[in-house]
């Protein structure tokens, strides 16, 4: 008899940018996929999400805060990261290592592993875009083995990129990992 196959596992960070508020949408796209998801927000993105909703969805307590004695319950290993809506803020600071939250420790203690990460960057191409701070940290970034999802001429005017797309770079660079 064949053991069932052992489900993914899927840590999705959230930032505070429009994509949040319906990012419920990628999390049942994700487990119809075959992972299990586990969903951290920066604190600053826990006003954009249905706290209670992504709870039920996916069967895991939803929390931004640090682990403190109390809630120091594990999660187990992720087989790869996303961060949706990757803010100017966020991706400066997971370049220059700075893990000031729980989701920024996450996103760095995973780098250290070298699990898959795809960042998907959601800026104003008005002005934070063009910051340089920005462009050298998307550098950074991809320089060490990070993937970024980010055309604005082809997802304006933030790079809003559809949920399904992520989905599908999500797929594309875990089995080019699993091919070395």
């Not at 370049?95 to 920024?104: S, T, V």
């Not at 920005?134 to 950074?140: D, E, I, Q, V």
């Amino acid at each position: 008899m064949n053991a069932p196959a052992k489900q993914r596992v899927l840590y999705v960070i959230v930032c505070a940018a429009g994509p949040a508020s319906h990012v419920q949408d990628f999390v049942t796209l994700a487990q119809t996929s075959g992972w299990d998801v586990y969903l951290t927000p920066t604190p600053n993105a826990v006003p954009f999400l249905d706290i209670p909703l992504l709870t039920s969805l996916t069967g895991h307590p939803i929390r931004s805060e640090a682990r403190s004695p109390e809630n120091a319950g594990s999660t187990p290993p992720c087989d790869a990261l996303v961060i949706v809506a990757g803010t100017f803020n966020t991706i400066n600071k997971f370049a220059l290592g700075i893990a000031d939250n729980r989701a920024l420790t996450i996103l760095c203690e995973n780098l250290g592993r070298g699990r898959p990460i795809l960042v998907v960057p959601c800026v104003n191409q008005q002005h934070l875009a063009h910051h340089p701070a920005f462009f050298k940290s998307l550098a950074t970034l991809r320089k060490w083995g990070v993937s970024v999802l980010y055309d604005l001429e082809k997802y304006p005017p933030r790079n809003e990129v559809p949920w399904q797309v992520v989905l599908e770079e999500l797929e594309r660079i875990t089995i080019a990992r699993t091919l070395f």
